[in-house]
Each structure stands twice: as C-alpha cells, then as structure tokens.
Nanobody, 121 residues
Framework: VQLQASGGGLVQAGHSLRLSCVGS????????VAWFRQAPGKEREFVAA????????EAAGSVKGRFTISRHNAKNSLYLLMDSLKPEDTGVYYC???????????????WGQGTQVTVSS
C-alpha cells in the first residue's frame, strides 16, 4: 500500500502549484482523502480534505478561497490546486487516506511520503 505525492517545488509568492497523489494497493474511492502540511519547527497541520463521496470538502481557514482539493476516482488520485501562494504556505505536504473526521490527522491510516513546497517572497 502506497500513496505517492508529487508536484511540489519552489515558486514565488502569488503563483500557483498543483500537487498530485496517486494510490497503489489501495482503492482511494473507499476513503476520505486529505492534504496535511508541516512547516519547519512546527507540527503537522490540516490543509484540506474531500470525503469519499467526492462532494463534501473541508479546508483550513488559512487556505480557504486559495486552495482547492479534488479527486479522480478512476485514476485513484487526489489533487491540491494551490493559488495565490504565500511564504507561510511553505512546508512538506502530505497526502493521506482514511475514515472518520476530515480534519483530524488521527483519522488517516495511510500517508504519502510528502512533497516539498517552498514559496519565496
């Protein structure tokens, strides 16, 4: 079972990035899926999640209106479109799959390896 995240990089503030996460050995359409991030010296925090139904979403207040989470069940994938990036969005972004509360990291039993996002001012 593996979640493979990709799409991170170095961008200037105000620009966009799209993260992708592909599942293998795991059928993602049976799970809620989410993105979390961890900045240097800080704890991992919730970014956004989308329920197994593909309709219900939840996002952290700091990214609402800028980040959009989506999923493509046929491709066993989830995505995070990040617009209007800010330096404080810098961190390692992790995808996750699980059941239960959308914003609670404890609800997710499967985690990707993370992809680095760096936003310069």
């Amino acid at each position: 079972v593996q979640l493979q995240a990709s799409g991170g990089g170095l961008v200037q503030a105000g620009h966009s990035l799209r993260l992708s996460c592909v599942g293998s050995g795991l059928t993602l359409n049976a799970y809620n899926v989410a993105w979390f991030r961890q900045a240097p010296g800080k704890e991992r925090e919730f970014v956004a999640a989308i329920k197994w139904d593909g309709v219900t979403t939840e996002a952290a207040g700091s990214v609402k209106g800028r980040f959009t989470i989506s999923r493509h069940n046929a491709k066993n994938s989830l995505y995070l479109l990040m617009d209007s990036l800010k330096p404080e969005d810098t961190g390692v972004y992790y995808c996750a799959a699980g059941v239960g509360s959308l914003s609670d990291s404890g609800s997710y039993g499967y985690w990707g390896q993370g992809t680095q996002v760096t936003v310069s001012s």
